[in-house]
């Protein structure tokens, strides 16, 4: 596993709320954790969707509307999980040598009004409407674009390197 999610409860309260950090474009609100339940957030709607699964394990399916209809998020079962389950996706994700997230700058911000992507030299802004705007962010403004587009701040020496590695990885002309 490399995502996780919190399933809330709330004393006095038989309702059950599924609670996503928000890591890419995720709700950032709970959901009730009832099979059709939807919501909408700054004008980004998502639902929940419950299919039976194998060994009558149910798979619960996250969706979010985009431009062309809804889009499936990722899929999540109620099984408990533990550190254990997370931490070999985690390394493959976050420090293989080979992850696409180790070798090149990536970052998102998702804040209910916009879903802000920069991936390598290319940074995207999309609007809850599906509306796209895509620009190439200079290594030497990298530092600028993070602290005040993703409110990412890094000390010169990291923001350094990681405007090295976005000039030598990037296949725009500079």
Request: charged share 30%.
């Amino acid at each position: 596993a490399t995502h996780a999610l919190l399933l809330a409860e709330v004393p006095g309260d038989d309702r059950r709320w599924l609670c996503d950090i928000g890591y890419g474009s995720g709700p950032l609100e709970p959901l009730e954790l009832v099979d059709g339940t939807r919501s909408e957030v700054g004008g980004w709607p998502f639902r929940l969707e419950r299919r039976p699964g194998e060994f009558g394990i149910d798979h619960w399916w996250l969706h979010h509307r985009g431009p062309d209809g809804w889009v499936d998020r990722h899929t999540f079962t109620l099984t408990p999980q533990y550190p254990v389950d997370y931490v070999g996706g985690s390394h493959y994700v976050g420090t293989h040598p080979r992850s696409p997230f180790t070798r090149r700058a990536y970052a998102q911000r998702f804040d209910g009004r916009r879903h802000q992507i920069l991936d390598g030299d290319e940074w995207t802004t999309v609007l809850p409407d599906g509306t796209r705007s895509s620009r190439t962010v200079h290594p030497r403004d990298l530092l600028r674009v993070l602290g005040e587009e993703f409110a990412i701040l890094l000390d010169e020496d990291t923001a350094a390197r990681l405007a090295d590695r976005t000039a030598a990885d990037s296949p725009s002309p500079r």
